[in-house]
């Protein structure tokens, strides 16, 4: 039974590896991940480096004939790698739910978007069916959908791409998980749109007292709604720390070329940004040391022989790297 101060995510370990091509496929490779009540955690990284992979293991939603999972995952006490068909259909909506990057595609075409909020209400909860529609008309309410009577009828391709973000953000609520995954929610919308969406993302999160789980491709976007930032690549988590400590004071390689990479106040207009060299490794043949070895400019051979372990840079900092000395010298 877990307790009040126990995390609510507790990843230890985790592996998948995909079997259904020529080779086996390592998308994740040995990841550990902690996310404390009501915390929001944002995993960042270029595509490939397995942050959807590792949300999606927390839902358990890859293909069981073409995938291997190792490790545990732990969410509410609950062994989410052990749980049964029965187990894992209650888990899935009642204690961790999903906000899908394209909900075009996530919604059913065919049902109008109040009947599937609907629909999952009434699967974990014996409500009739008057009750369920009035909390659905609740939820719209609450995530600010105008003429929420009106849109309940709607389907799916009747809404604007950021109402139906919204009517994927009710639905994903719907049941009051405990965990909200997030897998890049703003990728398809306009600049604007985004920002309504990471704020709702955020009030809710602070309303409702969620752990969300929050992968993107932008580095602002984690700033603003998470309380800590992971730094994946190849398979790994190579540094972890607080959102400010992290983006002000990166000790990983990977993570500086990352923030270097991307357009901020401090660049002059008209300058060009800087590029990470080389390409991410093949995760059908990943190499026996640092998988950033070959495109990072601090690598020795060291780097190349073995697997770094996380170094602590501070009680809530750690980063996967054999030169923190480094590229703290660096940074200096």
Request: hydrophobic share 45%.
């Amino acid at each position: 039974m877990a307790s009040a101060s126990d995390p609510l995510v507790a990843v230890r370990d985790l592996h998948v590896t995909f079997t259904g091509g020529a080779r086996p496929v390592r998308a994740v490779n040995g990841v550990d991940l902690t996310v404390a009540r009501g915390d929001t955690v944002a995993l960042i990284g270029e595509s490939g480096s397995g942050k959807s992979v590792t949300l999606r293991s927390l839902l358990r939603l890859h293909p069981r004939r073409s995938t291997r999972i190792g490790g545990q995952v732990t969410v509410g006490g609950l062994d989410v790698l052990g749980l049964g068909p029965r187990a894992l259909a209650d888990y899935r909506g009642k204690v961790a739910s999903m906000i899908f990057q394209e909900p075009l595609l996530a919604l059913d075409p065919v049902y109008s978007v109040g009947q599937q909020i609907v629909e999952s209400i009434r699967r974990h909860e014996p409500v009739a069916a008057a009750e369920a529609r009035r909390r659905a008309l609740q939820l719209f309410e609450r995530v600010r959908i105008p003429s929420p009577e009106r849109r309940l009828d709607a389907y799916p391709h009747e809404l604007s791409g950021g109402m139906r973000q919204r009517a994927m953000i009710a639905l994903a609520l719907a049941c009051r998980p405990q965990l909200l995954l997030a897998d890049e929610p703003t990728t398809a919308l306009d600049a604007t749109v985004q920002i309504q969406i990471l704020l709702l993302l955020r009030e809710l999160q602070r309303e409702m007292g969620l752990s969300i789980v929050f992968v993107t491709h932008d580095i602002g976007a984690a700033v603003e709604v998470a309380d800590r930032i992971a730094v994946m690549y190849a398979g790994r988590i190579v540094e972890e720390g607080p959102a400010r400590t992290l983006i002000r004071t990166p000790r990983h390689p990977y993570t500086m070329a990352l923030l270097r990479s991307r357009a901020h106040g401090a660049l002059a207009r008209g300058a060009r940004l800087q590029t990470i060299a080389g390409s991410p490794p093949d995760l059908a043949a990943l190499p026996p040391g640092c998988a950033f070895a070959e495109r990072c400019a601090f690598a020795q051979d060291a780097c190349r022989g073995q697997q770094p372990a996380a170094v602590v840079l501070a009680a809530d900092h750690q980063a996967r790297c054999l030169r923190t000395d480094a590229t703290a010298a660096a940074a200096a």
